[in-house]
């Protein structure tokens, strides 16, 4: 089992702003509200190239984002160096994993945006990431994440063995035109992961073509499974949705969103 593949491949980094942007604002206005809400500092774990975290600077809130890769870290500092100066001074970029960390301070919120959470296979990384979230929070502090509503046929469907189009292709500013597939590789049922396949297809404007393949385990969970492990690492689940409008957790739900407060 190896790791996320992001601290491995560059193309990750470099591609991720293009695809992942079409996403926002439906995820990013959720979290930027938690952290206007918090009162104090969040600190947001996995934050990657700063899609979540830079909105939530310009929202005005101080952020410690955390992050394994140093292309993603990179390109959040890229970004973040863009800014105004009074907006650029609220964010701290830390290097570090997120079942391992001490940033010597103490937060009013934590946040995983986008499933890093899913990144981490085994029970123990698990209760080790909430365990050290726990120790970074203020009393009553909270902890916000989203992970995927498990969908149980492609957990046993070999459809989705095959690749299948995530999107339409999309031309980025210098002109390269990518188009991203997905598939399951193989299903683990008895370590309650699968490997998956994001292949990039990449055309540049001189004509040559490249395919990309980013795999990686994505860790499956279970709505009791998430509140059971939340519970056992001093947590209590205040609020569950099924979607970031807020919406009750329902059978076709696409997401799992849990905001948990700190209770020990
Ligand atoms: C899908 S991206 C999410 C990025 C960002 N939160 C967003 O919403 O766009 C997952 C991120 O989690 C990071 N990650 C994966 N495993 C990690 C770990 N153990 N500790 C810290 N970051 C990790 C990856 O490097 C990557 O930047």
Redo the contacts with the bound molecule.
């Keep these: 089992m190896s ?2 593949g ?2 491995d491949l560059e193309f990750i980094s470099d591609l ?1 702003d293009a695809i ?1 942007d079409s ?1 926002t604002p439906r ?1 990013v206005r959720f979290f930027v509200d938690y952290a206007k809400q918090a009162g104090g500092k969040t600190i ?10 830079i909105p939530t600077a310009l929202a005005g809130c101080e952020i410690t984002g ?4 140093a292309y ?1 870290l990179k390109k959040c500092r890229e970004k973040s160096a863009k800014l105004p100066p009074e907006i650029a001074e609220k964010i701290n970029l830390v290097q ?4 391992n ?1 001490n940033t010597g301070e103490k937060y009013a919120l934590a946040t ?5 959470f899913q ?2 296979i085994t029970v123990e ?1 698990q209760k080790a ?1 909430l365990n050290c979230i726990h120790a970074h929070l203020l009393a009553k502090g909270k902890l916000v994440f989203d992970v995927h509503h498990t969908n149980l046929p492609r957990l046993i469907d070999p459809q989705f063995m095959m690749e299948m189009d995530v999107e339409p292709p999309m031309t980025l500013p210098d002109g390269r035109v990518v188009k991203r597939t997905s598939r399951t590789a193989a299903f683990h049922h008895d370590e309650q992961y699968n490997e998956i396949e994001l292949i990039y297809y990449v055309q540049h404007p001189d004509g040559k073509k490249e395919r990309l393949v980013h795999a990686l385990p994505m860790r499956y969970f279970y709505r009791y499974e998430v509140e059971h492990l939340l519970s056992l690492c001093g947590f209590k689940v205040m609020e569950f949705y099924g979607d970031f409008d807020k919406s009750a957790f329902r059978e076709d739900s696409p997401e799992m969103i849990f905001v948990a407060e700190k209770t020990g």
């Design positions: 790791g996320s992001y601290e991720y992942y996403r995820d947001e774990l996995g934050c990657g190239t700063g899609r979540v975290l955390l992050d394994l890769s993603m570090g994993d997120m079942t960390f995983i945006p986008f499933r890093p990144h981490l990384q990431c």
